[in-house]
């Protein structure tokens, strides 16, 4: 494949939040804590079944979960 | 807009109005509604400390969440220039479903706003049932959890406390690029800012891939087939960061608006409640001398 984030399993926008975080954290001092105040995300999110909302969970967590076992499929085929 | 906005308090202002009339009707120049009516004057004149309170957070709020929004606007407008380039389309499969984003927020206390959009929706789902939606934010999720909770597939909350950031758009954008079923098209709701005072709940496309793929003017731009998956997750991205701080800003605006009409109601009612005050207290005092000067009067003679 021609990414290797791709095969790594990682989506585009995961793949541009991690190089943002990158070029955030390499900032000044006083620049960075403005700009990793952009970078923050604190979601809570629920899947639905049959009109019944499902347990809630942090965003962030489930991305990542999604991220790695996606990332065995990858490897795998 | 403005008046469905003030609608809330001003039905609480009339219901509030209509009852002391008649309070005054059936005991009246007592001490009791005196009390009574100074008990009711303090509440309101604390409820009008807060609301002015709130309209003032609120507008402090507005104007940074205008300066997200005018920048958010670029990021919506840029990606949707390439596909008004490319004249991209939605396809009409069969049997392929529709999703729907609605873009609320977890906080009330802002006029229609969210009932707005949960009407529009509503509408949506009338023409096409079979359409998934997936709700950002507290409000329209009891709203539409209500009356559609079948159609819902996800949901999120934490939307709404401060100015949306793309980190928030590019979690959602994944999350629902995760979901099994394949989508034809994917319909952003989110309230327009039109200006400070109205602002309507419009829908803005994110378009499938084969969407993209299928599009007359696609030739224009060299894509390979590889990369297109990538545009349509960070094009979703986009729109939904664009439709987030808009929204942001339009609840904002909104709120500001019911806050200052509730802070003026209030106004009024304490101008009226001042007026009963002080003419309930010379009726107090008038059938005081009353008393006494008859029973001067009676000792007397």
């Known amino acids: 494949m021609a990414f290797a984030w791709k095969a790594a399993g990682l989506t585009y926008n995961r793949y541009l939040a ?5 070029v955030r954290r390499s900032l000044n001092e006083e620049k960075r804590l403005q700009a990793e105040r952009r970078g923050e995300m604190d979601l809570r999110f629920a899947k639905w079944e049959n009109g019944k909302q499902g347990e809630n969970k942090s965003l962030a967590s ?8 996606h990332a065995g499929q990858g490897q795998s085929s | 807009m403005l008046s469905r906005a003030a609608r809330p308090a001003l039905r609480a202002g009339v219901a509030a109005a209509a009852r002391p009339a008649t309070l005054n009707a059936t005991n009246a120049a007592t001490y009791a509604t005196l009390r009574e009516i ?5 509440s309101i004149r604390n409820i009008e400390k807060i609301t002015k309170t709130m309209k003032i957070v609120a507008s402090t709020k507005l104007n940074r969440a205008q300066r997200a929004m005018t920048e ?48 529009k929706t509503r509408k949506i789902l009338l023409e096409k049932p079979n359409t998934d939606l997936v709700i950002l934010g507290e409000k329209c999720k009891s709203q539409l959890g209500r009356s559609n909770g079948k159609n819902i597939v996800l949901s999120f909350a934490g939307i709404g406390k401060d100015v949306p950031t793309f980190a928030d758009a590019q979690a959602i954008a994944d999350q629902i690029s995760l979901l099994p079923t394949d989508y034809s098209s994917i319909q952003i709701i989110y309230n327009k800012f039109i200006n400070a005072t109205s602002y309507e709940p419009v829908e803005i496309e994110a378009f499938s891939e084969e969407a993209i793929a299928n599009s007359p003017n ?19 991205a986009n ?3 664009w439709a987030l701080a808009e929204g942001h800003a339009c609840e904002q605006s909104a709120r500001r608006n019911a806050m200052d009409n509730a802070s003026k109601n209030a106004g009024d009612m304490i101008n009226k409640f001042q007026i009963l005050f002080n003419r309930t207290r010379q009726a107090v005092i008038t059938g005081e001398l009353v008393e006494i000067i008859t029973g001067a009067a009676a000792s007397e003679g």
């Open chain 1, 18 to 22: 991690v190089a943002s975080r990158v």
């Open chain 1, 62 to 69: 489930a991305n990542e979960a999604a991220m790695a076992e």
């Open chain 2, 38 to 42: 100074e008990g009711r004057l303090k």
């Open chain 2, 72 to 119: 958010s606007r670029a990021y919506g407008q840029t990606s949707n220039t390439v596909f008004e380039q490319a004249e991209t389309k939605p396809v009409e499969g069969e049997g392929k479903k529709t999703l729907i984003v609605v873009c609320s927020s977890d906080k009330g206390l802002c006029g229609g706003i969210h009932s707005g959009m949960s009407r």
């Open chain 2, 218 to 236: 696609f030739s224009a731009f060299e894509i390979d087939d590889e990369v297109l998956s990538n545009l349509r997750e960070y094009a979703l």
């Open chain 2, 239 to 241: 729109s939904l960061y």
